[in-house]
T-cell receptor, first 114, second 114 residues
Framework: DQQVKQNSPSLSVQEGRISILNCDYTNSMFDYFLWYKKYPAEGPTFLISISSIKDKNEDGRFTVFLNKSAKHLSLHIVPSQPGDSAVYFCAASVYGGSQGNLIFGKGTKLSVKP | DTAVSQTPKYLVTQMGNDKSIKCEQN?????MYWYKQDSKKFLKIMFSYNNKELIINETVPNRFSPKSPDKAHLNLHINSLELGDSAVYFC?????????????FGPGTRLTVL
């Protein structure tokens, strides 16, 4: 049972354009969401997060939007750079939870072409 | 100086063997985790340890046993290896179990069972 879904396995974008990565979740208990970035042969690294009390969080070129009613979040990268090429994982959790349990999606492979 | 390290990076072994993967973190974190990324690319939590106590055990066969000699180390022992155990195993750590804490991942260990 996939509680966190990333339905696009891959995305190709031109350098300088916007990259939009999407994520849907099914468990209404989730109230904290994270994006991790993973390069080949490396572990995932934290990118940005958002709590359900917000609908937007921004950090430099990266912005995460949350639509709670639709159980949908998206990561926007503007402008996209070739170094952004990686696999992006969406993850969800319960903010007040005490088990550190992150539920990950399958990931979306982003390719930014020069 | 690597924050979360794992050894070995690659492990090829025969069915039925027993093997171990080691993990160390130098971040002073209280909590460590083991994740499994299978062939379908899902990243699923297996165990977490908080102050040397097992917190989560997500439907993992008892052939897998985490062992933590101290707060900085969480090793994964696997007995009677099966073909289906082939995957990439990631170790991670965080300040504590709170969901809002960033998890830092190791580079992964690719296990291949022949």
């Amino acid at each position: 049972d996939q509680q966190v879904k990333q339905n696009s396995p891959s995305l190709s974008v031109q350098e300088g354009r916007i990259s939009i990565l999407n994520c849907d979740y099914t468990n209404s208990m989730f109230d904290y969401f994270l994006w991790y970035k993973k390069y080949p042969a490396e572990g995932p690294t934290f990118l940005i997060s958002i709590s359900s009390i917000k609908d937007k969080n921004e950090d430099g070129r990266f912005t995460v939007f949350l639509n709670k009613s639709a159980k949908h979040l998206s990561l926007h990268i503007v402008p996209s750079q070739p170094g952004d090429s990686a696999v992006y994982f969406c993850a969800a959790s319960v903010y007040g939870g005490s088990q550190g349990n992150l539920i990950f999606g399958k990931g979306t492979k982003l390719s930014v072409k020069p | 100086d690597t924050a979360v390290s794992q050894t070995p990076k690659y492990l090829v072994t025969q069915m039925g063997n027993d093997k171990s993967i080691k993990c160390e973190q130098n971040l002073g974190h209280d909590t460590m985790y083991w994740y499994k990324q299978d062939s379908k690319k899902f990243l699923k939590i297996m165990f977490s340890y908080n102050n040397k106590e097992l917190i989560i055990n997500e439907t993992v066969p008892n052939r897998f046993s985490p062992k933590s000699p101290d707060k900085a180390h969480l090793n994964l022992h696997i007995n009677s290896l099966e073909l289906g155990d082939s995957a990439v195993y990631f170790c991670a750590s965080s300040q504590d179990l709170a969901a809002y804490n960033e998890q830092f991942f190791g580079p992964g260990t690719r296990l291949t069972v022949l």
